[in-house]
């Protein structure tokens, strides 16, 4: 499955596609299945909107919970917004947040952190 994100050029907050409109959180959002064209279509429509959002693109989705979440790291990481638990779209809670914190062994690791010794 996959999801159409984007930032709102207003205010740089992460958006996401539902049904031509652009919504704020990821729960919301329109899914597709892997190969529809309708997700190209939808990437097509989001880009022919430079004033209102940068740089549309798809996102792999993956199950977790009974819930949808992104595969990357990244993306859950903006999927979830600001990282204050007090405002933002984490301070809405529910299923939606549940399934993005704890979305177990899908994440992707992008490289390898190796710990350095201090004498």
């Known amino acids: ?35 529809d064209p309708a997700a190209e279509a939808a990437e097509a429509h989001g880009k022919n909107q430079p004033t209102v959002v940068v740089e549309p693109y798809l996102i792999d989705l993956t199950e977790s919970e009974g819930l ?26 529910g299923a939606a947040i549940a399934a993005l914190l704890h979305a177990h062994g899908a994440a992707r690791s992008t490289g390898r952190v190796d710990l350095i010794k201090r004498k």
Do not use: C
Not at 4 to 9: D, I, S, V, Y
């Open 68 to 93: 949808w979440a992104p595969v990357s790291y990244r993306e859950r990481i903006r999927a979830l917004g600001p990282s204050n638990l007090n405002h933002g779209k984490q301070t809405e809670g």
């Open 1 to 35: 499955m996959k999801a159409l994100t984007a930032n709102r050029l207003t205010d740089g907050e992460v958006v996401f596609w539902r049904k031509s409109q652009w919504v704020e959180r990821f729960a919301d959002a329109e899914l597709f299945a892997d190969g």
